[in-house]
């Protein structure tokens, strides 16, 4: 029987103004993710608007493009900590630490450190890389999936999350009882 520590994590929210709290199987509640999925639209709006170099959190100076290394690391990347005080979210091929939350008992967040990686150049599109071998197109594909996309394997040791609307798989991950995740394996649309 999976266990609900939602009250145990934490996530980059008051930065990016949203809750993303997996459950203990790896599912994720539906108005989180209806409510990322509506944070992804803006940020597709703005990027492809103004470019991946607009700012969208100014008191930290986090633009489009940092924005979307974030959101993958939360979404789709190796999660560490979860069930305890402190959790980090890192790149899916966990190299790159992106997020490290701490919470107290009452699962306040005391503290969020964001480390987004380098600002876009003013040149970025949609085939600029958002992760080493991760263009900003394919790791929309990938938030998208994750937040809007089919989901399996939740009561088990592997998760499949499958692209929204279609067949493909877009994530694989091996998942603890906590809902820490590792062993990322992302099947990455080719365009």
Known sequence: MAIDTRDKRASAGSLLAFEMLPLADGAVGLADRMQVGAMYC?????????????EIEAYAGIDAKQSMRILLAILAGEVSGAGTETITFKDPAGTNTRVVATVDRRTDRTSVAVTPGNAAAGDDDWESEAETGITLRQAMAV?????????????????????????????????????????????????
Do not use: Q
Not at 42 to 54: K, M, R, Y
């Open 143 to 191: 938030c998208i999936a994750a937040a809007a996309g089919k989901l399996s394997g939740g009561k088990s040791p592997t998760i499949s999350i499958k692209a929204a609307g279609g067949v493909a798989e877009r994530i694989s991950a091996s998942v603890d009882e906590f809902g820490n995740r590792s062993n990322i394996t992302l099947s990455l649309p080719s365009y």
């Open 42 to 54: 803006g940020i597709e709006a703005a990027a492809w608007s103004f470019g991946w170099d607009i």
